[in-house]
């Protein structure tokens, strides 16, 4: 391993703290569907985060966009069943 690759690994797993850091605060103070949207938007960059620097996909064209395209399917699904949840309940 590189200094640079360490560099680039190191500065992708501060990024990655971060974000599932943010993602507890917004938990704690957001109750609402728009709270967990934004959970699910750190999911899915939390998510491309790993696929390129961690899994070093980023020459695999097809398997980067299987991997992050099922991860925003996830997603999707995820806010779907929330914007659901939450007309039903008035």
Known sequence: MTGNTHT?????????LGLTGASVVVLRIAHSAAGLELILLFAVLKACLVVLNFMDLGEYLAMRRALIGWCMILALVGAAKTILAVAAAG
């Open 8 to 16: 680039r690994l190191s500065q992708t797993w501060l990024a990655l």
